[in-house]
């Protein structure tokens, strides 16, 4: 396995990817989207992110200790951030990494690749390639996120600082299970409209099949990465760990699975 030619491919394949419709696809929305969070939190400030309403709807979608935790003890701004990124996070990988393999397998273009690199070299390429491209989004948006935060929410700037670099962190681990995910999905289809609507409902179908099975079996399962979710917020020790641990078992399945496909499939 060659490093240069997989930088090679997926530096090609990232800017195909954000001058094209198949970037163009996932840069547009989520541009507006984070747009209109982020003007949100510099029109209204942190003294709307801490009052009693917002106390309270938070408290109502989570428990009054991750309230707490997310609003009081650390900047606001940015925990607003950190929850919108978490829950979003399922629909914009499926936008970005849904064309990760589907249409050049589809057409088989991939055996022109075949002939100067092997297909764990595209696998990757194209793996490194969706990341970076959700992670740049990532990155600019959770910066504009900690200037909000450093001119609206009364902390000192060390301990935004520190949050800000935790919770992208974090954020940028949480992208990973879905984008191989993805992989796996677009390994086996043939188009990236195909791989996109699959993706979506094998997603939901996965989250019904772990809610059913959690009602009889003894220990709570999550089938997909959303349920270690709520553990990213570290409310208690042990949390963290316990997430990151789930983090990287969904990445290894998901990534072996899908390569396991793209392996045995005709490009």
Same mark, same amino acid.
């Not at 030619?5 to 970037?23: P, T, V």
């Not at 959700?134 to 949050?163: C, K, M, P, Q, W």
């Not at 019904?208 to 959690?214: E, K, R, S």
């Not at 078992?249 to 072996?256: D, G, H, L, S, T």
């Given at each position: 396995?060659?490093?240069?030619?997989?930088?090679? #491919?997926?530096?090609?394949?990232?800017?195909?990817?954000?001058?094209?419709?198949?970037?163009?696809?996932?840069?547009?929305?989520?541009?507006?989207?984070?747009?209109?969070?982020?003007?949100?939190?510099?029109?209204?400030?942190?003294?709307?992110?801490?009052?009693?309403? +917002?106390?309270?709807?938070?408290?109502?979608?989570?428990?009054?200790? &991750?309230?707490?935790? #997310?609003?009081?003890?650390?900047?606001?701004?940015?925990?607003?951030?950190?929850?919108?990124?978490? *829950?979003?996070?399922?629909?914009?990988?499926?936008?970005?990494?849904?064309?990760?393999?589907?249409?050049?397998?589809?057409?088989?273009?991939?055996?022109?690749?075949?002939?100067?690199?092997?297909?764990?070299?595209?696998?990757?390429?194209?793996? &490194?390639?969706?990341?970076?491209?959700? *992670?740049?989004?990532?990155?600019?948006?959770?910066?504009? *996120?900690?200037?909000?935060?450093?001119?609206?929410?009364?902390?000192?700037?060390?301990?935004?600082?520190?949050?800000?670099?935790?919770?992208?962190?974090?954020?940028?681990?949480?992208?990973?299970?879905?984008?191989?995910?993805?992989?796996? &999905?677009?390994?086996?289809?043939? +188009?990236?409209?195909?791989?996109?609507?699959?993706?979506?409902?094998?997603?939901?179908?996965?989250?019904?099949?772990?809610?059913?099975?959690?009602?009889?079996?003894?220990?709570?399962? +999550?089938?997909?990465?959303?349920?270690?979710?709520?553990?990213?917020?570290?409310?208690?020790?042990?949390?963290? +760990?316990?997430?990151?641990?789930?983090?990287?078992?969904? &990445?290894?399945?998901? *990534?072996?699975?899908?390569?396991?496909?793209?392996?045995?499939?005709?490009?």
């Amino acid at each position: 396995m060659n490093w240069q030619r997989i930088g090679i #491919l997926a530096q090609f394949d990232l800017g195909h990817a954000i001058l094209r419709l198949k970037g163009l696809v996932f840069l547009i929305p989520v541009l507006f989207f984070w747009y209109w969070i982020l003007k949100l939190l510099l029109d209204n400030g942190s003294q709307w992110l801490v009052s009693k309403e +917002s106390f309270m709807i938070t408290a109502y979608l989570f428990n009054p200790g &991750i309230a707490q935790i #997310l609003l009081i003890s650390h900047p606001p701004s940015l925990s607003v951030f950190f929850i919108v990124a978490l *829950a979003t996070m399922p629909f914009f990988v499926m936008l970005a990494a849904n064309d990760q393999l589907a249409s050049d397998a589809g057409r088989q273009t991939f055996r022109y690749l075949l002939i100067r690199c092997t297909r764990a070299e595209i696998f990757l390429g194209r793996f &490194i390639s969706s990341y970076f491209l959700i *992670a740049i989004v990532i990155i600019f948006t959770g910066i504009l *996120a900690t200037l909000i935060s450093l001119h609206n929410d009364n902390h000192a700037v060390r301990e935004t600082l520190e949050y800000a670099l935790q919770v992208i962190a974090l954020v940028l681990l949480y992208t990973l299970p879905f984008v191989a995910y993805m992989a796996v &999905i677009s390994a086996f289809m043939s +188009s990236a409209l195909s791989a996109l609507l699959t993706g979506v409902i094998i997603y939901v179908v996965l989250i019904i099949i772990g809610a059913y099975l959690n009602h009889y079996l003894p220990v709570e399962i +999550s089938l997909v990465p959303s349920g270690v979710k709520d553990y990213l917020y570290a409310i208690k020790p042990d949390d963290l +760990s316990y997430a990151l641990t789930g983090l990287l078992a969904y &990445i290894c399945i998901y *990534a072996c699975l899908g390569w396991l496909i793209f392996r045995r499939r005709n490009i």
